[in-house]
């Protein structure tokens, strides 16, 4: 595995949303230097963000997101971490890891540094089991397989698309629940990786996440949140409903569980209930809209499945509020950016260079 | 918690398959002592069972069987474990726990003792989760909780219905997976229950499993395997595969995971093979079978979802072996005889007296 991990260093950018100098990274300097780094810079665009010194990276701040996209980057939210999304759409690389700048390296039970991004390597390198459950969990994990009873011709697996790691420390609740417990710590270090079911739901968390850009790439939308936008902190939440809604249709897979990181600050509770209090009420009837939803056969591409999911968004939810019809419009702008920075097609490995 | 443990006492009977002495319980007594056993001798009834002293049990013989049960007897197994379900039934308690003979004591890896049969009441008494994915896994758990974007509307969860705990040391795997991996052990102690999802099938291994009898028990019928049948060791699957429909269809939930116990014994991989072989082919079948079977809305009655569902074994799954017509009719005289055993309405509790 560790050369397997070693081989991705040319196939994975990490993508960090920040409004601050990254010394985060100092502590993430033996995983994290051999892959280059796409920063992602929130508010204020003039302030400098200081970046450790021996890391690979590029940045980019409002400007050059307005500059990059034009008009459409009306679709990239502001002053919110969701904008940690056009990292996604300016990389060229297979793979992403996206971690928050407030993470740090979680300690395995025997005290050992769990290195999160190796361990998203593994889970995305190896395959899913959506359509049965393994009751030892992930089968392709040493010392683990399928377990009597399972389906030998469903042991092959899926390719994985998602990889979603968890928090050690500050566990990721929601404002209501961080107001009542304030100092409930997550310390349960659960030694597992296992594939969220096909028909599951499940709330994504995008603070320690890998994911296949190839496979899923267009889909990992964190929609509209904060600056001039009634919420904020769904945007994980909203590209987890529809990755896993894509996955499901297109036959891809989901992991959840393994890597921990250590996530060290609790946001203020009284601002997140503000941002999240219109999600509280709408996701009562977003979730099951994203139970209900079924994509056509022919949308065999993400691209085509987000498109077909912007119109039914359009059609079931603008009555929820007229957000969702804000909404829907930029999923579609999204996918019109993302396609004109990755165009496909005869050539396109060679024109697509850099974004910047 | 301890004092729920305790008052189970007089809610839960310990149901063992064997067909020797039961040594294996002294290294149980700490924790199974207080229970009552209901013992299912398997094989020839002349031999004597010997049952250490200080535990209160019941056993069961064939004769006893054939005598209680009268022709209906012909739905209990016999050479083979799934004949346990006898204990099921006759059986008054709320809860049951059933064990295999050849499982021990494990250890937590802080080297304490499990106390399986607690964990399992822990995993009863506290609700499922089956509609949405909880990434903090059971979210009743101390120190964990539903995670930010999971619905407040689900927070109440559901009735549980089934505890499937795991094994350490000899993993539950098929004859195949036995013949290439003899030395394979399970030592990965995953801390963790969790909420099988709706719509989710999975193996169901009978060695360490807890469930509540009065919502679950007539399903819980481990069919016709052994002596005389061309089948074995899918016994458990296939009331995994029954009980998992009829709880998504009537809204109760099954768990999995803790409590680990230690699996001493790997039993003889070319038997089994023997046993398996035609599973092997059929479950490529009746897994789809089980995952499209649609249980009509007036069936709100574990009774009347049960002989629904066989009626449907018999209409899609007789084309794959006579087999499963005789397997059809066993299920409805499994019900027949439980609901004798077991009768309901006015003065059913003053009635329902010991079968013995």
Same mark, same amino acid.
Request: negative net charge; hydrophobic residues 40%.
């Given at each position: ?46 302030? +400098? =963000?200081?970046?450790?010194?021996? &890391?690979?990276?590029?940045?980019? /701040? ?7 996209? *034009? !008009? ?122 296992? +594939? =969220?079911?096909?028909?599951?739901? &499940?709330?994504?968390?995008?603070? /320690? ?7 899923? *790439? !267009? ?138």
């Amino acid at each position: 595995m560790a050369s397997a991990t070693h081989l991705l260093t040319d196939e994975l950018d990490i993508v960090i949303p920040t409004i601050r100098n990254l010394d985060f990274l100092e502590m993430w300097r033996p995983f994290l230097q051999p892959y280059h780094l796409i920063i992602v810079q929130d508010g204020d665009p003039s302030k +400098t =963000i200081k970046v450790p010194d021996g &890391f690979d990276y590029e940045l980019y /701040n409002r400007n050059d997101i307005n500059r990059i996209l *034009g !008009p459409r980057s009306s679709c990239i939210s502001f002053k919110d971490s969701a904008c940690r999304c056009f990292g996604y759409m300016v990389s060229k690389k297979k793979y992403i890891f996206t971690i928050d700048d407030d993470c740090f390296v979680a300690q395995d039970p025997a005290g050992k540094p769990v290195n999160a991004l190796e361990q998203h390597i593994k889970n995305l390198l190896s395959p899913s089991t959506p359509f049965f459950f393994n009751t030892l969990y992930d089968p392709y994990r040493d010392g683990a397989d399928f377990v009597r009873g399972y389906p030998f011709s469903l042991r092959e697996g899926v390719p994985t698309a998602v990889s979603h790691g968890l928090w050690l420390n500050i566990p990721d609740y929601d404002a209501p629940t961080q107001l009542v417990k304030p100092l409930e710590r997550n310390t349960r270090f659960v030694d597992a990786v296992l +594939t =969220i079911p096909k028909g599951t739901l &499940f709330p994504m968390c995008g603070m /320690n996440l890998g994911f296949d850009r190839d496979l899923i *790439g !267009p889909a990992m939308y964190f929609g509209l949140m904060g600056d001039g936008q009634p919420i904020g902190r769904y945007d994980d939440m909203w590209a987890g409903w529809c990755i896993k809604v894509i996955c499901d249709h297109l036959g891809l897979g989901v992991k959840t569980g393994l890597p921990y990181i250590y996530h060290s600050k609790a946001s203020n509770p009284f601002v997140n209930l503000r941002k999240e209090y219109k999600g509280i009420f709408w996701q009562e009837e977003i979730i099951p809209f994203f139970q209900a939803a079924v994509l056509p056969k022919d949308c065999t591409t993400v691209q085509a499945c987000y498109v077909e999911l912007s119109k039914q968004v359009k059609e079931k939810l603008s009555k929820v509020d007229p957000y969702f019809d804000k909404l829907a419009e930029a999923m579609v702008t999204w996918i019109e950016a993302w396609d004109e920075l990755n165009p496909t097609g005869p050539g396109a490995k060679l024109a697509n260079g850099k974004a910047k």
